[in-house]
């Protein structure tokens, strides 16, 4: 079983709408709370096509102590190419709430996937439907590790899932080991997670900021490691210029700015990352959900068409 390293050839993206670029549908975007009609188990981020049609759905899972709304840019991105994207807030931004390991999260995504099949219907566009044949799983930071940890528990829950994707997951600190539950083992391959699995890196996430504050994406606790510890299909690629954080809208509150200021992050405008992750993802869930692989391909074959550097471009397809 080998690792491919990208080649550089002369390839370009074939599709009308280049997936770097905003997509082609109009979308809209709601807050769903609790106490709605609906009543889902989490507050949800919704951004969704208005146009008439049947649309795969992403569930999103958010980074430690961070917003969803803090994604909506990104997301906006992913939905404007024909996705239904449902954002749970896991977990209130307060102490008292912030959780000490990972059981919960998973719960709560769980809980959150099952409400789907009842409740998404009455919060949809009219004449906008839900196929939940082609259901995604994406989380970034510690919801990247939430996402992973619900595809190894193997419950019900996750066999609704047809694909994976971390977008920098984070399994813990260097200082106090892995988050509950332990999935990382050390061991090449030894995650099966049964779907295909992408992970999207940053380069300088395991950068110390000023080199004294702990690494967000600590070396053994990121990206490579679920790269490397994943059964194939599986596809590593990493924004080799920009951080952690850096898929962040720019125009955060205070909190927001705050929990960017502890992450080493890249120079200049981050548009080009969230225009790399956003046309990534949409790569992926083109070839995996609807049979399209040429955008992915091209990517692969030829990283350079990215808006930002894509080093390394790894993969085994099997």
């Excluded at 307060?94 to 999260?105: A, H, I, M, T």
């Excluded at 919801?143 to 619900?150: D, I, N, V």
């Excluded at 809208?249 to 080009?272: A, F, I, M, R, W």
């Excluded at 692989?293 to 990283?303: G, R, T």
């Amino acid at each position: 079983m080998a690792t491919i390293l990208a080649n550089k050839f002369n390839i370009k993206l074939t599709s009308n709408d280049s997936v770097f670029e905003a997509g082609p549908f109009n979308i809209a975007k709601q807050k769903v709370e609790t106490s709605d009609l609906s009543s889902p188990p989490k507050e949800l981020l919704v951004i969704t096509p208005t146009e008439k049609g049947e649309y795969p759905v992403i569930v999103f899972l958010h980074g430690f102590a961070l917003s969803t709304s803090f994604y909506t840019e990104l997301l906006k991105r992913i939905a404007s190419h024909g996705y239904i994207v449902i954002a749970p807030q896991l977990y209130f931004l307060v102490p008292n709430s912030l959780p000490s390991d990972g059981y919960e999260e998973m719960k709560s995504t769980a809980e959150v996937t099952d409400w789907l099949s009842e409740g998404l219907k009455s919060i949809l566009p009219e004449h906008v439907q839900a196929n939940l044949l082609k259901l995604a799983l994406i989380g970034h930071s510690r919801g990247g590790k939430t996402a992973f940890s619900l595809a190894l528990d193997r419950g019900e829950t996750w066999r609704k899932f047809s694909v994976l994707i971390g977008i920098d997951p984070v399994a813990g600190t260097g200082l106090l080991g892995q988050v509950k539950p332990d999935i990382l083992t050390n061991v090449p391959r030894s995650l099966n997670f049964g779907v295909p699995v992408m992970i999207i890196g940053t380069g300088l996430g395991d950068v110390k900021l000023d080199g004294l504050a702990p690494a967000c994406a600590p070396v053994g606790m990121n990206h490579n490691e679920f790269y490397y510890e994943s059964q194939p299909p599986c596809y590593h690629l990493v924004t080799k210029d920009y951080g952690h954080m850096d898929m962040l809208d720019d125009n955060l509150d205070l909190l927001g700015k705050l929990e960017v200021c502890v992450c080493t992050s890249g120079k200049g405008t981050k548009d080009p990352m969230r225009r790399s992750v956003g046309g990534l993802v949409v790569a992926f869930l083109e070839n995996y959900l609807d049979g399209m692989s040429v955008d992915l391909e091209a990517i692969l074959q030829n990283p350079d068409i990215a808006p930002a550097t894509l080093s390394p471009v790894e993969y085994v397809k099997s």
